[in-house]
């Protein structure tokens, strides 16, 4: 059963870069059939998503962040990560991980980070 | 403000049956599957239907979805108190470049 779990600090400062990995396991980041995202949650809010990359390295990005986002992969790890530079307080949201088998059929439990002095 | 449009709330019932739409335009909708999602208090979202009707294994067929032109529609029949939850619309946008959209959430009550 594939598994991803999300990593990293639960508080940011603003202005600094949040940073966060997803560790996949259960099956290989390297398979040619799908992308692996980002998605965000706000509290209380809905969803957006961030990104996607596919484990060539080859991305897609959400417009509206697309200027402050950087996702990468690192195949050997079975990992991908994520950057997102410039934090503010809008920036404060679950993040989820999830491979996109166009659906997103398998996701992350999320990781709430937070953006603040 | 989403590219999706979902109501942002529906009510029923147990027992009942209950929709729920997801406009959109040609460049996503129109032109791409539609998946759904439902994301229960405090957890993750989860594929509730993908390729506009298809169900993941163990999804109960009391879930169903459906896709005209630029609408999608998930219904879902004989309510029970656990289908409580957030649901969620999405698919692929290429208005400016490719990328993924969801709806804004729809909470369903189960009165």
């Known amino acids: 059963q594939l598994q991803l779990q999300e990593s990293g600090p639960g508080l940011v400062k603003p202005s600094e870069t949040l940073s966060l990995t997803c560790t996949v396991s259960g099956g290989s980041i390297s398979s040619s059939s799908y992308y692996w995202g980002w998605i965000r949650q706000p509290p209380g809010k809905g969803l957006e998503w961030i990104g996607s990359i596919y484990y060539s390295g080859s991305t897609y990005y959400n417009p509206s962040l697309k200027s402050r986002v950087t996702i990468s992969v690192d195949t050997s790890k079975n990992q991908f990560s994520l950057k997102l530079s410039s934090v503010t307080a809008a920036d404060t949201a679950v993040y989820y991980c999830?491979?996109?088998?166009?659906?997103?059929?398998?996701w992350g439990q999320g990781t709430l980070v937070t953006v603040s002095s | 403000q989403s590219v999706l449009t979902q109501p942002p709330s529906v009510s029923a019932a147990p027992g009942q049956k209950v929709t729920i739409s997801c406009s959109g335009s040609?460049?996503?909708?129109?032109?791409?599957?539609v998946s759904w999602y439902q994301q229960l208090p405090g957890t993750a979202p989860k594929l509730l239907i993908y390729?506009?009707?298809k169900r993941p294994s163990g999804i109960p067929d009391r879930f169903s979805g459906s896709k005209s032109g630029t609408s999608a529609t998930l219904g879902i029949t004989g309510l029970q108190t656990g289908d409580e939850a957030d649901y969620y619309c999405g698919t692929w946008d290429s208005s400016l470049s490719v990328f993924w959209v969801f709806g804004g959430g729809t909470k369903l009550t189960v009165l």
């Open positions: 999830a491979r996109n088998s166009s659906p997103y059929d398998y």
């Open positions: 040609s460049s996503n909708i129109g032109n791409n599957y």
């Open positions: 390729d506009n009707n």
